[in-house]
C-alpha cells in the first residue's frame, strides 16, 4: 500500500503544481481552493472506480486497456487517443519548463553572460539544445535506467514546495485590495483554468492492481496529500506574486543560489522525463493506427463470446488492438513515429511559450478522458447485473460465502444456539439466510450508487471537456 501511494503521488504532483498559483489569479483564493478540492474528490472517484474495475479481471492483469477490452472494445481508439494526447501535452509542456528556466539558470552564472552570449538567455535556444539530449534517450527501446528519476522528481518536487513557501515567508504580501480573494476574475477566465486542476490529477494511467481493502486508503491517502500540497503552494505563491503571477511560479522568483538550484533540478527532471512521456504517447499512437473495429455477427450484433476474444487472444481476427509484445513495432515504424513525435513536440513548444494554456488544453481533452469519462464508463459497463463479467464475480462472492457458512455448521454451540433460539420463538430462522440477505442488500444498494455516480462521472467529465475547451478558445481570441 506505501508503495502504490508513493508512485500514484509520483505520477500526480508535478508539471502541474507550477500553475496553481496562476489558477488562484484567474479563480480567486476562495473558489480556486474550492476546485482544488473537488477536482481531487471527483479524480478520487475515478481511481476507486477503476479499482473496483479490477474486480473483474485476473490478477495481475489489471489496466486500462484490458478493462476496455471487456467494456468497449470497438471503442478502443478513443483510450488510446486520450493517452497519446495527455502524454504529448506532458512533452511539450516539460520543454516549456525548460525554455522558462534554463535563461534565468544560465544568466545567474555571470553577470556579463547576457552580453558576450546573448543567445544564452534566448528560450529558444535552450529548447533546442535539450532536445539534442532528448532525442537519443527516445529512441531507446527500453528505459531502465531512467527509473531512478522518480527519486529525483519526489526531491526536486520537495524543494519546490519548501521554495515556494519560504519565499513567501520572507517577502511582501500583496496589498489586499488587488487580490481576488472570493470573486474570480471572469467566467471565462474560471472555466479556462478548470483544466489545468483536472490535469494535476490525472494517474489514472498508472493505478495498476490494488486489492479491494487498501483501494480506499491508497486513493485517499495519496489524493489527500497532493490536494494538500497544491493548496498550499498555490495560496503561498499567490500571495506572494499577485495577479502578475505567471503560469510557472518558479520562473517569478529574483536571482539566487537557492532559486538556481531548485529551477536547474526541475530542468533534470523534466528533462529525463520527457522520454517517459514519448514512449506511452508513441504505443498508443501506434494503436490508433493498427485499431480496426471488432466484426459484428448474427445480424448485427457482436458474439458475447467473441467479445472476450481480444482479452484472451489479442492477435486474434477482429481485436482491437494487437498486443505490443505479440506484434512488435517494427524498426522503420519506431523511428518514424518516435521522429514525428519528438519534432511536433520541439514546433510547438517554440511556437507556445505559456505553460498554462499547454496544461488547459491537455487538461480539457486527455485529463477529463482519463480521469473521469473512461473510469466512469468502465464501471458502468462492466458492472451490469446482466454483464456476464458482474454475474461470474458474484457467483464467486457467494461461492466465497457459502464456503465461510460451512465453517458455521462445524460449530455446536452455534448450533445449539441457533437451536433454542428457533425454540423460544417458535419461528423458523436461519442465521445464515440472515446473513446473506443483509450482505446481498448491502452490496446492491452500494452497487445500484457506485453505477449512479459512475454515470454521473462521466456525464460530468463530457461537460468539463465540452465547456472547458470552448471557454479556452474564447480565452485565446479574447486575450
Known amino acids: 500500500m506505501f508503495s502504490s501511494i508513493i508512485n500514484l503521488l509520483n505520477t500526480i504532483v508535478g508539471a502541474g503544481t507550477l500553475a496553481m498559483p496562476s489558477v488562484l489569479s484567474h479563480m480567486g483564493i476562495m473558489m480556486g481552493c474550492i476546485m482544488i478540492v473537488w477536482s481531487g474528490f471527483t479524480a478520487a472517484l475515478g481511481l476507486y472506480l477503476q479499482g473496483r474495475c479490477s474486480r473483474y479481471l485476473d490478477r495481475g492483469g489489471s489496466s486500462f486497456f484490458a478493462i476496455s477490452k471487456l467494456t468497449y472494445p470497438n471503442a478502443a481508439i478513443f483510450f488510446d487517443a486520450a493517452i497519446a494526447v495527455k502524454c504529448f501535452g506532458v512533452g511539450v509542456s516539460y520543454l516549456i519548463i525548460i525554455g522558462d528556466l534554463m535563461p534565468k539558470v544560465a544568466l545567474a552564472m555571470g553577470d556579463n553572460l547576457a552580453e558576450t552570449h546573448p543567445y544564452l538567455g534566448e528560450r529558444d535556444f535552450w529548447i533546442t539544445a535539450f532536445m539534442l539530449l532528448v532525442i537519443p534517450l527516445s529512441f531507446l527501446r527500453k528505459l531502465d535506467s531512467l527509473k531512478y528519476t522518480s527519486i529525483v522528481a519526489l526531491i526536486s518536487i520537495g524543494y519546490l514546495i519548501v521554495l515556494v513557501v519560504y519565499n513567501f515567508g520572507i517577502g511582501p504580501i500583496q496589498d489586499k485590495s488587488e487580490l481576488r480573494i472570493v470573486r474570480p476574475e471572469s467566467a471565462i477566465a474560471f472555466l479556462s483554468s478548470l483544466p ?19 483501494i480506499v486508503g491508497t486513493v485517499s491517502t495519496s489524493i489527500g496529500s497532493a490536494a494538500s500540497i497544491y493548496v498550499l503552494v498555490a495560496i503561498t505563491g499567490y500571495l506572494t506574486f499577485g495577479n502578475a503571477v505567471s503560469g510557472n511560479i518558479v520562473s517569478m522568483y529574483d536571482p539566487s543560489n537557492a532559486i538556481v538550484i531548485g529551477q536547474f533540478g526541475i530542468v533534470l527532471l523534466v528533462t529525463f522525463s520527457i522520454p517517459l512521456q514519448v514512449f506511452p504517447c508513441r504505443s498508443s499512437a501506434d494503436a490508433v493506427l493498427r485499431w480496426r473495429p471488432i466484426r459484428r455477427q448474427n445480424g448485427g450484433r457482436a458474439d458475447s463470446a467473441n467479445n472476450d476474444l481480444p482479452l484472451l487472444n489479442p492477435t486474434a481476427p477482429g481485436a482491437a488492438r494487437p498486443d505490443s509484445a505479440s506484434v512488435p513495432m517494427s524498426d522503420t515504424r519506431f523511428a518514424l513515429l518516435t521522429s514525428i513525435i519528438l519534432i511536433s513536440s520541439y514546433l510547438v513548444a517554440l511556437s507556445v511559450s505559456s505553460l498554462e494554456r499547454v496544461l488547459a488544453y491537455v487538461g480539457s481533452i486527455g485529463s477529463t478522458s482519463i480521469s473521469f469519462i473512461l473510469p466512469g464508463l468502465f464501471y458502468y459497463k462492466i458492472s451490469d447485473p446482466d454483464s456476464i463479467h458482474h454475474q461470474r464475480l458474484m457467483k464467486e462472492d457467494d461461492d466465497a460465502g457459502d464456503m465461510l457458512d460451512s465453517d458455521d455448521e462445524g460449530d455446536p454451540d ?19 439466510k440472515w446473513r446473506r440477505r443483509w450482505r446481498w442488500d448491502l452490496e446492491h444498494l452500494e452497487h445500484d450508487l457506485l453505477r449512479k455516480m459512475a454515470l454521473g462521472l462521466a456525464v460530468y467529465g463530457l461537460l468539463v471537456m465540452v465547456v472547458c475547451l470552448t471557454m479556452n478558445v474564447v480565452f485565446e481570441v479574447t486575450h
Open 414 to 432: 452455534l448450533a445449539n444456539s441457533i437451536q433454542s433460539l428457533r425454540s423460544a420463538a417458535s419461528v423458523v430462522l436461519d442465521p445464515r
Open 196 to 214: 489545468v486542476v483536472v490535469f494535476a490529477y490525472t494517474c489514472h494511467q498508472n493505478i495498476k492492481d490494488v486489492s479491494p481493502g487498501s
